[in-house]
C-alpha cells in the first residue's frame, strides 16, 4: 500500500480512469478490451489471471459484463481495504 502515496488517491485514479472511458466509449464487448488495458496493465489493479476469471464470471450472470467488470475491480483488495469499512 505504500506506492499509493507516491501514485495519488487510488479513488481518484480509478474515478478517472473510468470517466474517460464512458466519454469515449460507445459500449459492447470492446469495452472489455480497453477495461483490461487499464486494470491490469497501466494500473496494475489486477494480475491477467483474476482479471479472465473475473470477465468469465460476469459473463456467466445477466447484465452487461463492462459494467459488472467495472464493479468487480472497484472490490478489488488494492482499493478496497478493510479498514476503510469501519
Excluded: H
Excluded at 499509493?4 to 480509478?14: A, D, F, I, W
Excluded at 494500473?43 to 459494467?67: H, R, Y
Aim: net charge positive; with cysteine; proline share 7%.
Amino acid at each position: 500500500m505504500e506506492n499509493q502515496s507516491k501514485e495519488g488517491n487510488p479513488y481518484t485514479r480509478l474515478f478517472m480512469s473510468f470517466l474517460r472511458l464512458g466519454l469515449t466509449a460507445f459500449g459492447g464487448p470492446a469495452m472489455i478490451a480497453y477495461i483490461r488495458e487499464l486494470s491490469v496493465n497501466r494500473n496494475k489493479w489486477l494480475d491477467e489471471e483474476t482479471f479472465k476469471d473475473g470477465v468469465s464470471l460476469c459473463q456467466s450472470i445477466p447484465g452487461a459484463t463492462a459494467m459488472q467488470m467495472a464493479v468487480a475491480i472497484r472490490g478489488t483488495p488494492y482499493l478496497f481495504s478493510p479498514p476503510l469499512l469501519t
